[in-house]
């Protein structure tokens, strides 16, 4: 059952304020055949998220990310930390930003194993800090739901970390949640790091139009089966997902309107899983 915490009723100001982050959501983008379909649907000057891929490398990204910036978009890579060679890779990937003035970045550890230098981000971004990138925003990962193989504390502790980084450099950040279908679980969590000095403000993860089937099959690809368990327990959540042909993203976003502003969360980060087509549909009726 949903907790009372996300059966709050929605006013209209919230209602507004939900409607905005929509209408000014990041659409993600993964660098499979599909791709050149989602670019081809993507709303005049989006914001795209470009993923890093550990089949296709970092490389790939950045080929992908001047292709969606020569389309009219704007452009934010990923990049992997555990992809990242060492400094020298590092000092080239910040020549690059640089040099193209691309200005934000999204920084991921990443799944490579074994890493190619870099255990974590935090290291990482630390070296592509002192190489001068001449960013002016970067986005960090957040994982309400937990991560498969990091400790909750050693997640709670690079979080901090990480913010302090780009503090101290003077870069704005913001920090992005892996994708959670449990709403109180968010507000929760965030609600926790807020009380222990984290003020970042937050984009909220959460899954585009996508076909029920698919959703199941990626969000176990994509190692989020804690979050997919909670569908399956949730009698509420499961069951209008069952009556739909697709994921509706108000299934999260509706409960969680009411925190949406109090909890400074000030963007929405869709995983599109290249459904551009069908997500920005959903984007011009929802707001």
């Not at 089949?55 to 992997?80: E, F, N």
């Not at 109180?184 to 807020?194: Q, S, Y």
């Not at 984009?203 to 076909?211: A, N």
Request: with cysteine; net charge negative.
């Amino acid at each position: 059952m949903f907790s009372k915490k996300s059966e709050e009723v929605e006013t209209a100001q919230q209602a507004q304020y939900r409607q905005k982050l929509i209408r000014e959501m990041i659409f993600e983008i993964i660098p499979l055949k599909s791709v050149d379909a989602a670019i081809a649907a993507l709303p005049e000057g989006s914001q795209v998220s470009v993923t890093c891929s550990p089949a296709k490398g970092i490389q790939t990204t950045m080929d992908l990310t001047d292709r969606v910036r020569a389309a009219g978009h704007v452009a934010i890579p990923h990049i992997a930390a555990r992809m990242v060679e060492g400094p020298e890779h590092a000092s080239a990937i910040a020549g690059w930003l640089r040099n193209e003035q691309i200005g934000r970045l999204f920084l991921v550890g990443g799944d490579a194993e074994p890493p190619a230098h870099y255990n974590n981000a935090t290291d990482f971004l630390r070296d592509l800090i002192e190489a001068d990138p001449q960013l002016h925003t970067v986005g960090i990962t957040a994982y309400p739901d937990g991560h498969a193989a990091i400790p909750d504390q050693a997640l709670h502790e690079a979080l901090h970390a990480k913010q302090t980084l780009l503090t101290e450099a003077g870069i704005d950040g913001h920090a992005s949640t892996q994708m959670c279908f449990d709403p109180d679980k968010i507000i929760a969590w965030l609600e926790t790091e807020r009380s222990r000095g984290f003020t970042l403000p937050l984009h909220l993860g959460l899954s585009g139009v996508l076909d029920r089937t698919k959703l199941m099959t990626m969000g176990a690809r994509l190692g989020i089966g804690t979050s997919l368990s909670y569908l399956k327990k949730n009698r509420k959540a499961i069951s209008k997902l069952l009556t739909q042909s697709d994921y509706d993203p108000n299934t999260l976003l509706m409960p969680m309107s009411p925190h949406l502003d109090r909890l400074d969360i000030r963007g929405l980060h869709c995983f599109t899983f290249n459904q551009v087509a069908a997500t920005d549909a959903w984007r011009l009726d929802a707001s």
